[in-house]
Structure formats: C-alpha cells, structure tokens
C-alpha cells in the first residue's frame, strides 16, 4: 500500500514510518521539522529513514512542509494516491500547551482540517489518527475506557485532541470516510522525545544532576512501549472502520457511529508508579537519582490506565513489552546515540 504518514520526523512517526518501509509498503513521510524540541534529534531520524529507503530499495519520500499549509498539504495529496493515511503529527505536550495555545490551534486544529479534507476529496481507505489519553482528564474512573465519556479535558493540548475525535466523526457521517482515533498513553522508547520524562531523567541522572519527581512520585502512568504502539497504529490501520450495526442513537457510544468511525485506547492495560519507574532506570543505568518530590503539576491527572479490550477485539493489538524491558532498551539507545 501507499501510505502517507504526516509527523514521520516525530517520535511514533518514525517508528511507524520505519516499520512500513521495512514490510514493503510505499511510505511518505510529511513534517515541518520545527524546533519545539531539538531539531538534531528529527534530522538524525530521517536519516535513518532515507537509509533504510535506499538499501531496502524501498519507495520513499519525504515532504517537509507545515500542515496548517492548506496548498503543501493539497499538493502532497495531488501527486500521489494514498491508499491509507497514518496522522501523527501535532503540537504535543501537556505543559507547553500552558505557555503557547496558538500553536495548538495552528498545528491541531487547522492542521487536521486540512488532512480530513484532503483525505475527502482524494478518496483516501483509512484515515487514522493519533489522540491522547489526557482526552479523560477530570474522569477517574478506571480503567479508562472509549465508551465512558472524554468530555472534561484538564488541559488545553487534551481540548485540541478531543476535538480532533469530534471532527473526524463529522466527515466519517458527511463523507463516508473512514476515520481511526487512537488514545496514545504514555509511550517511551529508543529515539523518544527529549521533553518526556524517560529522556529528562536519563539525562539529568548521567550527569549527576537532581530530577524534578511531580506527586512525589505517587502518581501511576500505563508507560507503553514504542514497538508495542508502533504494532497497534499498523494494525488498527490495516483494519478500516467500518458503521457500527448495533449503534444506538437512543443510547449513543461515544467510540463508535452508524458512520464509518471509531476510537480506541492504545497502551500496555499495566500501570505503574512513577517512583518505580525511575527505579527501573536506576537499574538499567547503574547509578541512582537524586530526587526533587514536588507536588503535582497544573493540567496533570494523578493516574492513567488504558482498557484496550476493544483494539485487542478488532486487531489483535497484545502489548507485551515490561516496563524494566523497555526503559533498558531506551537506556542502551541513549548511551550509543550520545556516546554516555
């Protein structure tokens, strides 16, 4: 298949695009490459892309362009047939989105309008998309789960996303197009972001500084490994949504439709406590923190943990990655990346 995965120099984006080259899919990557977090990291992920592209002898390309860009993203379209279209790309961070919300319009919000209709008027299978777990914001009831309601978002990034699973639910009805949401929950991994806690802490820790630990320590996180979410988003999008028959409009689910469309939690269904988490990169690095316990951070929820029965019926999605397993592997990335 062709597909077009949009945030391909991104964190989940480069894995997903990595992993479609390397199964024979014909992939374009499309990022506007900006300096939210260091651009060196991004450059050094398509590189590896390119690499990948020419010794797979695989067809490959890559768009550098903004999404908010209604003509780039048009063109992209206008020269190529995607059968699927894999959209990771966004603003992210939940603290970032206290400082600057006009880049979470642009990039959000104008960005996504612009992929729904070009994936309208170009006839595209599948559109699947990334959310966020932080749609549940003031929900506490757990397991999280699609059919409960998302509509009480703690956060301005959280707002972006949910609306994100409202729009795409009006093209899937006015369009018959058929749209995937996917609720990221917590992924760390080998080439993660520089502002998420895994690279902060690794970081701080080798260099014998002190790590800010927000709740104390207390709050727990459903940590998912990148290869798992990479599986996940492949399947779920090798596996176009189709109407609910049973939906009720009388009793309306809020993750399905009588329309083509569907939302589903994507993480490891195993929470764990962030102190223990740093445990296990005290482990994997051999040195321990030293550490700042702070009290929770604004726009932050105290725990997260993702019922994915639903992904698991419709594709099979088993994450089967343990927390010390994948902080290990993020441990050995880091120290050969930066020579640590």
């Avoid at 991994?189 to 970081?203: E, N, S, V, Y």
């Avoid at 923190?289 to 099979?316: C, H, I, K, M, Y």
Wanted: aromatic share 12%; net charge negative.
């Amino acid at each position: 298949m062709k597909v077009l995965v949009t945030g391909a120099a991104g964190f989940i984006g480069y894995h997903v695009a990595r992993r479609l080259i390397e199964r024979g899919d014909s992939v374009v990557g499309f990022d506007i490459v900006n300096d939210y977090y260091d651009p060196a990291l991004k450059k050094a992920r398509l590189a590896q892309l390119d690499e990948l592209g020419r010794t797979q002898g695989a067809q490959y390309r890559f768009i550098r362009a903004d999404l908010a860009d209604r003509v780039a993203v048009e063109a992209a379209f206008a020269g190529e047939k995607f059968d699927r279209v894999i959209h990771l790309a966004a603003q992210a961070g939940v603290r970032y989105s206290l400082e600057d919300p006009h880049s979470y319009v642009q990039s959000n919000l104008v960005g996504f309008t612009n992929i729904l209709e070009a994936c309208r008027h170009n006839g595209v299978g599948q559109l699947t998309y990334a959310s966020t777990s932080s749609v549940y914001g003031a929900n506490t009831k757990m397991p999280f789960s699609e059919h409960d309601g998302a509509n009480h978002p703690l956060q301005f990034y959280a707002a972006t996303k949910r609306a994100n699973e409202l729009m795409a639910h009006s093209y899937s009805h006015l369009f018959a197009l058929p749209t995937t949401g996917l609720r990221f929950f917590t992924v760390y991994g080998p080439w993660g972001r520089p502002d998420m806690a895994l690279f902060k802490f690794t970081r701080a820790i080798l260099a014998g500084e002190p790590i800010d630990v927000f709740n104390h320590g207390n709050h727990t996180r459903d940590f998912t490994y990148i290869d798992d979410i990479v599986e996940g988003v492949i399947r779920a999008s090798d596996t176009p949504a189709s109407p609910d028959p049973d939906w009720d409009a009388a009793a309306p689910d809020p993750a399905r439709s009588n329309a083509p469309f569907r939302i589903f939690n994507i993480g490891n269904s195993d929470p764990v406590k962030l102190a223990d988490y740093i445990d296990a990169l005290e482990e994997a690095l051999g040195k321990k923190a030293v550490r700042n316990l702070l009290p929770l951070q604004p726009g932050d929820v105290p725990d997260t943990f993702s019922d994915t029965t639903e992904l698991t019926a419709a594709t099979g999605y088993r994450p089967s990655t343990s927390v010390r397993e994948g902080v290990a592997r993020f441990v050995a990335w880091y120290r050969a990346h930066y020579g640590e």
